[in-house]
């Protein structure tokens, strides 16, 4: 099982990307994104079940980043808008099947993780 993320680069405040994480070996019911800042700790920025139910970290990223997934692909996206320099840092995805809607926002909960995308916003 392989989680590939990719997508990051640098922007200028205000802008757009997308991420995207293709996942090969098997399907799970969930995937989500987390980031990770330098000095901080890994935060949950927004997770997707396979019905294509949504959770996302409200404070952070709420109206600007939307989460989707195309089961036929096998791979989630984070379409992330107005861009600001806080949302600078490594996004990583994360999968898993046995995790509940409860802990979807618990990095500790997830057993699958990709190799982390970086993603620099310039003020």
């Known amino acids: 099982v392989q989680l590939q993320a990719s997508g990051g680069g640098l922007v200028q405040a205000g802008g757009s990307l997308r991420l995207s994480c293709a996942a090969s070996?098997?399907?799970?019911?969930?995937y989500a994104w987390f980031r990770q800042a330098p000095g901080r700790e890994r935060e949950f920025v927004a997770a997707?079940?396979?019905?294509?139910?949504?959770?996302y970290d409200a404070e952070s990223v709420k109206g600007r980043f939307t989460i989707s997934r195309d089961n036929v692909k096998n791979t989630v996206y984070l379409q992330m808008n107005s861009l600001k320099p806080e949302d600078t840092a490594v996004y990583y995805c994360?999968?898993?099947?046995?995790?509940?809607?409860?802990?979807?926002?618990?990095?500790?909960?997830?057993?699958?993780w990709g190799q982390g995308t970086l993603v620099t916003v310039s003020s």
């Open positions: 994360a999968a898993d099947s046995t995790i509940i809607y409860s802990d979807v926002k618990r990095a500790s909960k997830y057993d699958y």
């Open positions: 070996g098997r399907t799970f019911r969930f």
């Open positions: 997707i079940a396979r019905s294509g139910g949504t959770v």
